[in-house]
């Protein structure tokens, strides 16, 4: 399944993508499909982020080519932030700069969507947990970054969580294909069988701290490449299997 959020005269609705259209859904698909009978063109719709989060939980440093770029050795545990609700952007959404941020980068991720409450998963049920998997952007003003010593106001700027287009069950975690792209050239090119960490164990190790709830977003960490963008620049991050997430910065 291929889950969507889109916009309708009367409000956020949920989808499921079928070919070409969308079959429309009277509540979250995250307990179970209730379809309302709806169907309409796929690229009619105004997509949103595919999922409502109380929080999104980002992995820092999770290949060890990027721990090496940024300057440090690869982590002995998953090193965990958080970027607010604010961050959430929609997938075809413009990226804005403040005018004060002078390196913007991008971190081309892969997302995981969660469907239930989770609280001290077990790594081998992991996938109970799982909506889906999806694009995603963790967008850093990289000079406030290391201007400030911690990570909250360069990593928390309103929109700089790109999210979509869809979420998918259709894959597997533990071995995507992840390619970014600025302006049509590649830049970062990654596979999440190299991560440090694998999806089911940060799962684990993230539920023993703290509950995830069902749209809750876990952002895995971005491979080695990472860099600036500018007004104007186009960025893409495309995940096998899954889809192309396009955002303009301006
Ligand atoms: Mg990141």
Redesign the pocket.
């Known amino acids: 399944m291929k889950y969507v959020r889109f916009e309708r005269p009367d409000g956020p609705c949920w989808g499921v993508i079928k070919g070409e259209d969308v079959l429309t859904l009277s509540k979250p698909p995250y307990d179970g499909l209730d379809y309302d009978g709806g169907r309409l063109p796929l690229r009619q719709c105004r997509l949103l982020a595919p999922c409502e989060p109380t929080k999104i939980v980002?992995?820092?440093k999770n290949y060890s080519e990027h721990a090496r770029e940024m300057g440090s050795e690869p982590p002995g545990f998953p090193i965990l932030f958080l970027k607010g609700i604010n961050t959430l952007n929609r997938p075809d959404g413009a990226v804005r700069r403040p005018g004060f941020v002078e390196r913007l980068d991008y971190?081309g991720?892969l997302g995981v969507v969660i469907r239930r409450r989770a609280k001290d998963v077990k790594a081998e049920s992991f996938a109970d947990y799982v909506l889906g998997y999806t694009c995603l952007n963790?967008v850093?003003a990289r000079d406030v970054q290391q201007h400030d010593g911690q990570w909250t106001r360069g990593k928390t700027m309103d929109g700089f969580c790109p999210i979509g287009p869809w979420v998918t069950d259709e894959v597997e975690p533990g071995a995507l294909k992840l390619v970014t792209r600025l302006n049509g050239k590649t830049v970062q090119r990654g596979d999440t069988a190299d991560f440090i960490t694998m999806v089911p164990q940060l799962i684990a190790f993230i539920t023993a701290s703290m509950t995830l709830e069902p749209g809750d977003v876990v952002?895995t960490?971005?491979p080695a490449g990472v860099g600036p963008m500018i007004p104007g620049d186009v960025v893409e991050v495309e995940i096998e299997g899954i889809g192309i997430l396009k955002n303009q910065v301006i």
């Open positions: 980002c992995v820092g971190e991720e963790d850093t952002a960490g971005t």
